[in-house]
């Protein structure tokens, strides 16, 4: 290769992706099609429970999720701030006032959770919680006007909802 040979014009190469080859280089990459489930569904318990036991026995796990828990949603939790507006453009203060203070009302402990035992804030800081742990969360919403609001909010184990799906396709008078 001599200095010329940079300013020669070079072959079009077609464009393709490296993973694709095949040949000493990639034969240990795993190459079957299938899904994130399907590769997780088999370790899913024991490693849902190797990062639990991480987060209460190594002090770093625990500092991570502390501070998450603490940064990113705060004592209070992340409130709301309504920012309506008229159909002049301005802000409609007395609407946004109200909007304000009823999620206030709601979020406080005994009137946004199903058990009544936590406020909002509290839900925030248990759902980043367990995200952070092991790695998903389910909060599933429960409508009824029978409460203030119309509405309350649950937190569900992820092993008590693949738990609950298994039980429901192998029973079938088991119901979601």
């Not at 502390?66 to 949603?73: E, P, Q, T």
């Not at 946004?112 to 925030?124: N, Y």
């Amino acid at each position: 290769m001599g200095l010329l040979d940079r300013f020669r014009k070079k072959k079009p190469q077609k464009r393709d992706y490296a993973g694709i080859n095949n040949g000493r280089l990639f034969a240990d990459f795993a190459s079957m099609t299938r899904s994130s489930d399907a590769e997780l569904k088999p370790a899913l318990r024991i490693l849902r429970n190797r990062l639990r036991e991480l987060a209460r026995n190594d002090e770093y796990a625990r500092r991570y999720i502390s501070l998450l828990r603490n940064g990113a949603v705060g004592p209070h939790g992340i409130p709301v701030q309504c920012k309506a507006r008229n159909a002049d453009g301005s802000l409609d203060g007395p609407g946004n006032r109200i909007i304000e203070n009823a999620w206030k009302a709601w979020g406080k402990r005994g009137s946004c959770t199903v058990d009544g035992r936590l406020s909002f804030g509290d839900a925030q800081r248990l759902v980043i919680e367990t995200l952070a742990r092991d790695g998903e969360v389910l909060v599933r919403p429960i409508r009824s006007a029978v409460w203030v609001l119309g509405v309350l909010i649950q937190g569900l184990s992820a092993a008590q909802a693949t738990l609950q799906r298994q039980l429901t396709a192998t029973h079938s008078w088991l119901t979601r």
